[in-house]
């Protein structure tokens, strides 16, 4: 069948909307109609090419919302109708992590997934003949997209599309880090570093568990607003300080916070984020993805002194089990989705997503097909 998507045909350039080609789905396999993405940092992060699994031409987006039309051989979980997010951390139930109890990271269909096709090696998509890849196993700036039937989580059909789509991924993410991750305990004190869709959620996050006080930290200070609503109680832009950030936070708490969060995918902030977490106990949750190449360092005398480095992928989260009761709170209003919606437009405009969120003004813009 005939799609209308956004191809990136190549790193660092402006996605081309046409329209390609996508092959039924096979055993195992979903059909879905996209009707809502959301734009995330990270598609912006493979587009720009330090994307180490970057593939090109590919349909990017991670953060969608959508119908089942079809579903391949053996498929029991999903029916046409029913109303799903995808999934870039699959959850199969069955493979060694899943049953581990101690992480999201399911392994089933993970290895070609970050080679852009489907588990038998092959992609669903082509345009004018020649293949285009998948991307993090969901591909959702196409209206039409094939997805593993293990990626896919069914959600409740009276739920707002525009905004549920972001629990595929930003909202999530910092929910579960603040959550699953650092599990942050009443009264603790939490610092974050980026406000994008990613760290708003983490303060959102920070809030429900009580957290007492609650930093932000952007060099964009025109994110401070949309934080403080969120929940934080001091905002602070390293630009405004002729010394280190991690000095600040420091020098604001005593001993550093009990909880640090980088949620902007820069190398030098994830060591201060370490660096201003509390002598003997502080914790610092690394969410940013860095480019290729890139690497952490710290003085190990920081580790000696009682400070953890954790990491965290959609926020701990297992997908299938765990969204379908997001959604549920999100519809009754005990998470807030809304305000990370600062823009929507229809799939010919997408790049202009691009160009909000490089430009610091959207926090989240929402595709329409
Ligand atoms: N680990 C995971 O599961 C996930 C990771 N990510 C990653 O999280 C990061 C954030 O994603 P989004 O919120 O969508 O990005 P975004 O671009 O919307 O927000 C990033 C924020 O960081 C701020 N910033 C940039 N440089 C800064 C600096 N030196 N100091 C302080 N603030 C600075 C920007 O002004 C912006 O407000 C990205 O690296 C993304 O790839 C996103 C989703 C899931
Ligand atoms: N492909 C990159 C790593 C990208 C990455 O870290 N992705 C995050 C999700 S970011 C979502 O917006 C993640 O969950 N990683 C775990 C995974 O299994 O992909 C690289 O190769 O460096
Ligand atoms: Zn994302
Ligand atoms: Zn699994």
Not at 42 to 62: Q, R
Not at 87 to 96: D, I, M, N, S
Not at 237 to 256: A, F, R
Not at 303 to 331: N, Q, S, Y
Request: hydrophobic share 40%; aromatic share 6%; with cysteine.
């Amino acid at each position: 069948m005939k799609s209308r998507a956004a191809v990136a045909f190549e790193a660092g350039k402006p996605l081309q909307i046409v329209e390609i080609d996508v092959a039924p789905p096979q055993a195992g396999e979903v059909l879905v109609r996209i009707t809502h993405t959301g734009v995330c940092h990270t598609d912006a992060f493979t587009l720009s090419g330090d994307d180490p699994e970057g593939i090109f031409p590919a349909v990017l987006g991670h953060e969608g919302a959508g119908i089942v039309v079809e579903v391949g051989e053996g498929v029991t979980s999903v029916k046409p109708g029913d109303h799903v997010i995808p999934l870039y951390t699959a959850e199969c139930g069955q493979c060694l992590f899943c049953k581990s109890g101690k992480t999201n990271l399911c392994v089933a269909v993970r290895a070609t997934q970050g080679k852009g096709v489907m588990p038998d090696g092959t992609t669903r998509f082509s345009y004018n003949g020649q293949p285009v890849y998948h991307y993090m196993g969901c591909s959702t700036f196409s209206e039409y997209t094939v997805v593993a039937e293990v990626s896919l989580a069914k959600v409740n059909p009276k739920a707002n599309p525009e905004q549920v789509c972001l629990l595929g991924c930003g909202v999530t993410t910092g929910l579960g880090a603040v959550k699953n991750t650092a599990k942050v305990q009443p009264g603790d004190s939490v610092a974050v570093f980026g406000l994008g869709g990613i760290g708003l959620a983490v303060i959102q996050g920070a809030k429900m568990a009580g957290a007492g006080r609650i930093i932000a930290i952007d060099t964009n200070p025109s994110k401070f607003e949309l934080a403080r609503t969120f929940g934080a109680t001091d905002c602070v832009n390293p630009k405004d300080h002729d010394k280190p950030i991690q000095q600040v936070i420091v020098e604001m708490t005593g001993w550093g916070v009990d909880h640090s969060f980088e949620c902007i995918g820069n190398v030098g902030v994830m060591r201060a984020a370490l660096e201003c977490a509390h002598r003997g106990w502080g914790q610092s949750v690394i969410i940013g993805v860095a480019g290729a190449g890139q690497e952490i360092s710290t003085r190990p005398f920081q580790l000696v002194t009682g400070r953890k480095w954790l990491g965290t992928a959609f926020g701990g989260v297992k997908g299938r089990t765990e969204l379908p009761g997001m959604v549920e709170d999100a519809m009754a209003g005990r998470i807030q989705l809304a305000p990370f919606v600062t823009h929507t437009m229809p799939l010919t405009e997408i790049n202009e997503a691009f160009d909000l969120m490089h430009a610091g003004k959207s926090i989240r813009s929402v595709v329409y097909y």
